[in-house]
């Protein structure tokens, strides 16, 4: 049976709605204020949830992200009696599947109602089929979005296009498309490089030449475009695509067709297209650096990964999944990752994503290669400096930004549910720096081997001043 939640300041339209749900057999809780939103989607997460925006104690599209964070990733209706344009894109945007002006008719309102709990009814129907993942970790809501996402593009055939910062995983999406389609998973991917791609020998790369048709050529050779016949063809950062090339590899897409170099006949290549980029390429468009009708073209669907810094709470998983890959590469024991490190992990904001990520795990398990536990210790130099640094900095100064999180972009937003746990600088600098006291005191030991006499040495600190310290922390050294 589908549950839904009514979140609805006029008492009357929750009633309305409210009825219109029992009537067509489902269970139903109300709500009035996002307060009880928020505890009801705590005790008893819904199916459904339609919701309006304005609220006596807040802006539901200010919470949002909470909503969809609910294990049960409910399907979200906003409806809003003050709507704007602006407001109808942010809805969207933050994943509500649909946005409805008020006020609405008992008629109009149980359609409504009707298709979202039919759509939620065939998505989990749909979802029985497990997607195959790969190296894609995480179960944020934006992550999950992305998945679904992923599996759409699987189950069809249309050209898509990933868009996201450097380093947010796209070829390892592309990939997962790929091996969960029904039609193209057992045979080839390509990859091509767009920006390593030679400028004198880019047609003879993608679409290959025939003996003779250069000082050299003494055999045929098949370009990547038809090495890609009845596979998938990604093109990485498209946007890169020389701007002449791009009016050929247009008809290529339209054709499927094309003539190698030096051939005077015309070969085939069945290929299913995911391309990538960084880049906006719909200003490149309007700039005259990437042509509108190859645009169009490759979008069919557009997938947008979100940047690391927009769903922190994946860096957990993706420490464990990454740390657990890099040790079995370097061939020693798995590692236990202590709170510290995590800590650090998350008081950063990754401007290189899911890569710089990766990379820092990497240099964490080289520097402690045959020890067992990842402290702080372990990370880069230069990462942990800007970290300690951020954790004494004000706003205005730095990258820090008061709350210990380096920053290093604009577009870093908080809700109003964070700003209302936020600590005052003076609490947040005395926790900051215990817990950096902590963590330095159980490195110490760590690296005297619970030598007191050794530790005073390195530390500098008197008998008294150590065994007082490891007292306030409760830390006893290991004899």
């Not at 497990?130 to 593009?153: L, P």
């Not at 950063?348 to 964490?364: I, K, Q, S, T």
């Not at 709350?403 to 600088?425: I, M, T, Y």
């Amino acid at each position: 049976m589908i549950q839904v939640l009514i979140v609805d300041g006029e008492k009357s339209s929750c009633a309305m709605l409210a009825e219109s749900a029992l009537r067509l057999g489902h269970e139903v809780s109300v709500g009035h204020t996002l307060s009880e939103c928020l505890e009801k989607l705590k005790s008893s997460p819904p199916d459904v949830v339609f919701i309006d925006t304005e609220l006596p104690d807040g802006n539901a599209l200010d919470a949002l992200n909470l909503v969809h964070e609910t294990p049960s990733s409910p399907t979200v209706v906003v409806m809003t009696a003050h709507g704007t344009p602006e407001s109808a894109e942010r809805a969207i945007r933050n994943g509500a599947w649909d946005y409805i002006p008020k006020p609405v008719s008992m008629k109009e309102m149980t359609l409504r109602l009707s298709r979202a709990v039919q759509y939620r009814r065939e998505q989990h129907n749909n979802g029985a089929r497990g997607i195959k993942r790969g190296g894609i970790v995480g179960n944020s809501h934006a992550m999950r979005s992305s998945m679904e996402m992923v599996k759409q593009a699987a189950d069809s055939d249309l050209n898509v296009l990933i868009t996201g910062e450097t380093g947010t995983g796209k070829e390892l999406f592309a990939l997962s498309i790929h091996n969960n389609s029904r039609r193209r998973a057992h045979e080839n991917f390509v990859v091509v490089d767009c920006t390593a791609l030679p400028g004198t020998l880019v047609e003879s790369i993608l679409f290959g030449y025939s003996k003779g048709a250069y000082t050299g050529a003494d055999r045929a050779q098949d370009g990547l475009i038809r090495q890609a016949h009845k596979g998938t063809l990604f093109l990485d950062e498209m946007g890169e695509l020389p701007l002449p090339l791009q009016k050929t590899f247009l008809r290529v897409l339209q054709e499927h067709r094309f003539r190698p170099v030096g051939s005077q006949k015309e070969v085939e290549s069945d290929f299913r297209l995911i391309s990538a980029t960084n880049k906006n390429l719909q200003q490149m468009v309007e700039e005259g650096k990437f042509r509108g009708d190859l645009l169009y073209r490759l979008g069919a669907m557009t997938i947008n990964l979100p940047p690391l810094r927009q769903h922190p709470e994946d860096i957990k998983d993706m420490v464990a999944f990454y740390v657990d890959k890099v040790c079995h590469r370097f061939g020693v024991a798995g590692k236990k990752v202590s709170e510290e490190f995590l800590k650090y992990l998350t008081k950063y904001d990754w401007p290189g994503n899911v890569r710089e990520l990766f990379h820092v795990l990497e240099h964490a398990c080289a520097a402690a290669l045959h020890e067992e536990t990842l402290f702080p210790v372990h990370l880069p130099r230069e990462l942990r400096i800007n970290i300690t640094r951020s954790l004494f900095e004000g706003n205005g100064n730095g990258n820090g930004n008061g709350n210990g999180q380096v920053h290093h972009d604009k577009d870093n937003k908080r809700g109003p549910e964070a700003a209302a746990q936020f600590l005052s600088l003076k609490t947040f600098r005395q926790s900051a720096y215990s817990d950096l006291e902590e963590m330095y005191l159980k490195n110490l030991l760590a690296s005297s081997s619970g030598s007191i006499k050794e530790a005073c040495m390195l530390s500098k600190l008197s008998r008294t001043r150590l065994y007082g310290l490891l007292k306030k922390y409760n830390i006893r050294p290991e004899i």
